[in-house]
Nanobody, 132 residues
Framework: QVQLVESGGGLVQPGGSLRLSCAASGFTLDYYAIGWFRQAPGKEREGISCISGSDGSAYYADSVKGRFTISIDNAKNAVYLQMSSLKPEDTAVYYC?????????????????????????WGQGTQVTVSA
């Protein structure tokens, strides 16, 4: 059974850090693109980062570039999102997703925020709240 499970969300103060995890089962991340998305109340789901499961090439939306770092541990079949310098506007439910990596060849010309349709498998999400 294909499954993605996120963990690591919680409440953090502005300027703080959190590390989200995405554990995959039922398939191997090596052959997929893995993305992190978030959805704030009243807003559309947006892509913020993605990574190639085969070579670890990482990409970021401008909204998180320089603050968030995506990584993969192929041995553990897991992807991580290290979030630093968190802001209240980062408050959202965060999702990981996996899909065929073909679109990564055009990633420099694609708006990462709008790549949800490229992914086949989704986790259930984990809440991140940034508040004093």
């Amino acid at each position: 059974q294909v499954q993605l499970v996120e963990s690591g969300g919680g409440l953090v103060q502005p300027g703080g850090s959190l590390r989200l995890s995405c554990a995959a089962s039922g398939f191997t991340l090596d052959y997929y693109a893995i993305g992190w998305f978030r959805q704030a109340p009243g807003k559309e789901r947006e892509g913020i980062s993605c990574i190639s499961g085969s070579d670890g090439s990482a990409y970021y939306a401008d909204s998180v570039k320089g603050r968030f770092t995506i990584s993969i541990d192929n041995a553990k079949n897991a992807v991580y999102l290290q979030m630093s310098s968190l802001k209240p506007e980062d408050t959202a439910v965060y999702y990981c997703a996996a899909g065929p990596p073909l679109f990564l060849r055009d990633i420099e010309r694609i708006d990462i925020a709008a790549t949800a349709s490229e992914y086949d498998y989704w986790g259930q999400g984990t809440q991140v709240t940034v508040s004093a």
